[in-house]
């Protein structure tokens, strides 16, 4: 049973990435998927929300615009679509499941709310030129 975070890197201001983030051992597409992101010295900080019916979605006011969260769950994997990246964006990003939310709603944000407890390794995104 695992979560894994893929697709970081080094991009240019501007540039675009998307992230994946693929199940092993369970289905995606049962709960809420979180993405989250910490960056060097500062707290933990919600991206995203994609409900298990893909019918809502939810971004923190930081990527509202620029970025995109969506399933593909004939692969079992959600993804992150980041555009228009700046350096502030310069993170390590992690996938987390809920174990029991299959909508995001209002307080996505907060994990304990969501019961996002199942968490994958992160993957770096560095934006600089």
Known sequence: VQLQASGGGLVQPGGSLRLSCAASGFTLDDYAIGWFRQAPGKEREAVSCISSSDTS?????????????????????????????????????????????????????????????????????????
């Open 57 to 129: 979605t939810y971004y923190g006011d930081p990527v509202k615009g620029r970025f995109i969260t969506s399933r593909d769950n004939s692969k079992n994997t959600v993804y992150l679509q980041m555009n228009s990246l700046k350096p502030e964006d310069t993170a390590v990003y992690y996938c987390t499941q809920s174990l029991s939310r299959r909508r995001c709603t209002g307080s996505w944000y907060l994990t304990s709310f969501m019961d996002f407890n199942r968490w994958g390794q992160g993957t770096l995104v560095t934006v600089s030129s």
